[in-house]
């Protein structure tokens, strides 16, 4: 079975502070991992994903998580956070089904504050 | 491109009704998926819709159930409404084909059971 933990329900940073957001995931099969963005009362926006290849990826907005598959982490980061955002990031984890679409497993969610 | 929409964007119903909700999937999208996700919670999985066959359910009860249309669309519905179904409910769209296993999300669908 898969899951995903996220460390963290709150964090707090100062704008420009470097952005660090934690996710581990436990797969029985290579994982396919994902980041999204969720601000207040609307859907899900994908920020980045790594399905194979490189390890370290980039997303939008400036961010970047790197697949660490010793640690079981996906780790999300940015190197200067800027008020825009503050928002909830949701780290999730799915694997390839063959020919259909695997279902998306969620962490509870990481709520990203930015003071100025 | 469309993105995925969903309607309606609010609704507020009475415990022990019935409810409809609506997904248009992205086109050249043959997958819907649909979550639940509760005030403070990640989405959790209901089920999932593939060339409209259900293909895979999360732990949810039989009176959630969907359908999904020649055109992609998706329907959810709800019967006998209980207050714990209070949640957004969001829908999300795919295909390995068009864009690998990436699921595109919708605005969702906040409902209310009062």
């Known amino acids: 079975a898969q899951s995903v933990t996220q460390l963290g329900s709150h964090v707090s940073v100062s704008e420009g502070a470097l952005v660090l957001l934690r996710c581990n995931y436990s797969?029985?099969?290579?994982?396919?991992l994902f980041w999204y963005v969720q601000y207040p009362n609307q859907g899900l926006q994908l920020l980045l994903k790594?399905?194979?290849?490189?390890?370290l990826v980039k997303g939008i907005n400036g961010f970047e998580a790197e697949f660490k598959k010793s640690e079981t982490s996906f780790h999300l980061t940015k190197p200067s956070a800027h008020m825009s955002d503050a928002a909830e990031y949701f780290c999730?984890?799915?694997?390839?089904?063959?020919?259909?679409?695997?279902?998306?497993?969620f962490g509870k969610g990481t709520k990203l504050s930015v003071k100025p | 491109e469309t993105g995925v929409t969903q309607s309606p964007t609010h609704l507020i119903k009475t415990r022990g009704q019935q409810v409809t909700l609506r997904c248009s999937s992205q086109?050249?999208?043959?997958?819907v998926s649909w979550y639940q996700q509760a005030l403070g919670q990640g989405p959790q999985f209901i089920f999932q819709y593939y060339r409209e066959e259900e293909n895979g359910r999360g732990n949810f009860p039989p009176r959630f159930s969907g359908l999904q249309f020649p055109n992609y669309s998706s329907e959810l519905n709800v019967n006998a409404l209980e207050l714990d179904d209070s949640a957004l409910y969001l829908c999300a769209s795919s295909s390995i084909l068009a864009g690998g296993p990436v699921q595109f999300f919708g605005p969702g669908t906040r409902l209310t059971v009062l």
């Open positions: 797969s029985s099969v290579p994982p396919y």
């Open positions: 999730a984890v799915t694997r390839n089904y063959g020919g259909s679409q695997g279902n998306l497993i």
């Open positions: 086109s050249g999208h043959n997958t």
């Open positions: 790594y399905t194979t290849g490189a390890t």
